[in-house]
C-alpha cells in the first residue's frame, strides 16, 4: 500500500473504529502521541502496538515530545521528570555535556520500553533578548556554541538508546516575539546575524536524520512566507546554508500561525520543500483535510526517511539503566530538584 507523507495524531488512550479505518487507508508514515494519549505503561505500549498494526509496519516511526521541563508527554507517576534544557547549560563543562547525553539516554531507554521509537529532541533554538518565552528554558544556552555542544550530546544518547532525534525548529525560533501556537512570528533581523547565531547550531548538526521547521518568517529571507511554507527558506537555507539533507519535517499543522485550510497547509509545506507533514490534534476532519493535500512518499524524501530509520537499526550496548540515573542524580545534586 502506498504510504503518505503524514505524521499524524490520534484523539484518546485507545483507538476507535474511525481512527483505525482512517490510519489502514491512508497509510501515513508514522504517528505522534500527547499527553491525551497517555495514562500507564502498558496501556501507551498496546496504543504503539495498535498504531503500528493499521499501517503493517512494525517499525512506523512513533513520535513524542520528551524533551523534561515543561515539555514532557510521559511524567509521573510512571516516568521520573527530567530537567528543562537549560539545565544541562548552566552546569561547568564538561559535566554539562556529560548529563545532557546521559539525560537523553536515560529518556531513549523510556521511550524505548515503550515501543516510541523518534523523540522531537533537541531543541537547538537560541533564545534571545526580548522573545517570547515559548523557547526560553527549554534552551540548551544562551550561545550558539553551547546550544550546539548540547544538543548534539542530546542526540547522541538518543541514538545510542535506540530512539531518533528530531533537531528543531530549523532554521532556529529563539527570535520569535509572539507564540508560534498561537500568532505567526515574524523576525526582522539581518541574513548575518541569522547566519552567525541562529542557523549555526543547526548547520554544527547538519549530520542529524531528522528536523523539524519553525513556522516563523524571517524577512530577510523571505518576507511572506513562514519557514515551513518557504521555498527559499528551504533551497537557500535548510538544504543551502545549513546544508542538512536528512527528513525535513513540519511543525504542527494545527498551530496558529499558519493560515489557510489544512490542505493548502499540507500542499504548501510540501511544495516548499518539506518531506513530511505533522498533524498532532487529533482531529478527524483537519486529517482528513491534511491527507488530501499530501502526496506518497517517495524520490528524496523516501530515500530520507529510510536513511533515517537506518540510524537506529543496529543492537544497543548494554545499558544499566539504574547505575545510569544514579550517576544522573549525582551530576545533578544541589542544581536542579525533580
Known sequence: MTTHAAILGCSGLTLTAEER??????????????????????????????LRATVGRPDAPVLIDQEGGRVQRLGPPHWRRYPPGRAYGVLPEPQGREMAQLGARLLAHDLAALGINVDCLPVLDVPQAGAHDVIGDRAYATTAEGVANLGRAACEGLIEGGVLPVIKHMPGHGRAGVDSHLKLPVVDAPLEELEAVDFAPFQALADMPMAMTSHVVYTAVDSRHPATTSRAVHTKVIRGAIGFDGLVMTDDLSMKALGGDFTSRARKS???????????????AEMRGVIAGTRPLAGPAARRAKAALARVARPLAPFDVNAARARFDAGFEGRWTP
Open 21 to 50: 479505518a482512517f490510519f489502514t487507508d491512508v497509510q501515513p508514515w508514522g504517528f505522534i502521541l500527547f499527553k491525551r494519549n497517555i495514562d500507564a505503561p502498558d496501556q501507551v505500549r498496546a496504543l504503539v502496538e495498535a
Open 270 to 284: 510540501l511544495a516548499a520543500g518539506c518531506d513530511m507533514v505533522l498533524h498532532c490534534n487529533g482531529d478527524m
